[in-house]
């Protein structure tokens, strides 16, 4: 769809694998941009490190841990927000972006958006406001 702009998109998309450590995609993608095709094209500044990526591979990418839906309780990865079990949507985290889980279950005083209570009490003791609502939270009120 955007042939003038495959390279700094697949670049791009290279770097942040890296960054999140998803080493298996980010090698797949790196060996992409070794095409002869799309070679000439790489920055040079990221040129070296595309391709000790694809010469020396960590094709293994840890699984993502898994939590049980709150309404059935089925297994799924914790950052997918829609239970493939019971196809219910399942509220995030403000703290952590995570799906929430019944037994770690917590509100805002304020706003009342659902986080994980042991993720909103540590960002509460450090920031001491929601990120949400950006209203002063009292550790004991959660």
Known sequence: KFPAHVVPILTSTVIECQRAGLKKTSFEYASMLMRPEYRPQIAETYKKKIESI????????????VSPCP??????????????????????????????????WAVC????????????????????????CENEVVPSAI
């Open 71 to 104: 309404y059935c309780a089925g297994q799924s990865p914790e950052s997918v927000l829609d239970c493939p079990h019971c196809n219910n949507r399942i509220p995030y985290c403000v703290a952590s972006g995570l799906k929430m889980v019944a037994n770690d």
């Open 109 to 132: 005083p304020s706003c009342r958006f659902p986080a994980l209570y042991s993720r909103f009490t540590t960002l509460i003791e450090a920031e001491k406001v929601c990120p949400m």
């Open 54 to 65: 694809v010469r020396k591979p960590t094709k293994v990418e840890e699984d993502e841990p």
